[in-house]
């Protein structure tokens, strides 16, 4: 799954330090999440895109490869 | 929701690790003494000490960790088991000649200290590779 978590955050001028305590998990999660290693919980996804001011869906977009 | 997966504070890892420090000493002491390398003993403080480690919260506690130390346990139960098997086979089947009359089989504190120190090894593996690459 991949994300625009970086591009928002960028526009909302956050780090991902600052990020990670609004939705309080590592920031080691933030990153991993960034960089497509880990898909954040259902949970977890919500909280970040409200921290962000936007839908779930706008951030979060499923690949190919997640349908197989 | 708020999920408490891992029973021990973060500071227990303080702990474990005076509990593996003690574990050491005393099978030193123990050699001293009596002239026996006690591993029995040995993998006690051990298994004791990484119970504590490996099962306590970490500094931030998410879903993230819960998964790697899940993956990390399960990846560890297996190699530990390989290993224990292939150990058992080639030193308790096999009559080759040894040095020694006996030959002791793995016992549970050493099985359970060798899974728990390979699971812990697997899991901080899994979280720096987690992070790769992806620091501001």
């Not at chain 2, 290993?83 to 089989?105: G, P």
Request: hydrophobic letters at 50%; one cysteine or more.
């Amino acid at each position: 799954m991949k994300n625009i978590i970086k591009v928002e955050r960028a526009r909302n001028s956050m780090t991902q330090a600052e990020l990670a305590e609004k939705v309080k998990v590592a920031r080691q999660t933030i990153i991993a999440i960034e960089t497509g290693k880990f898909v954040p919980s259902t949970t977890l996804a919500f909280k970040i895109a409200n921290v962000l001011k936007c839908k779930a869906d706008e951030i979060f977009e499923l690949e190919d490869k997640d349908w197989e | 929701m708020k999920t408490t997966t891992f029973p021990y504070a973060y500071w227990t890892k303080l702990l474990g690790l005076l509990i593996i420090i003690a574990g050491i000493t005393s099978f030193f002491l123990q050699y001293q003494k009596k002239g026996v390398f006690d591993l029995n003993e040995l993998a006690l403080g051990f298994s004791w000490g990484f119970i504590f480690i490996f099962f306590s919260k970490e500094k931030t506690d998410d879903e993230m960790i819960h998964g790697l130390k899940f993956k990390a346990l399960t990846r560890a139960v297996v190699v530990a088991f390989f290993i224990t098997h292939l150990y058992n086979y080639l030193f308790l089947n096999w009559r080759f000649n040894r040095e020694h009359d006996l030959i002791l089989s793995i016992s549970a504190y050493q099985f359970l200290a060798l899974t728990l120190i390979i699971a812990t090894a697997i899991f901080y593996y899994l979280k720096h590779q987690a992070t790769l690459n992806g620091k501001e």
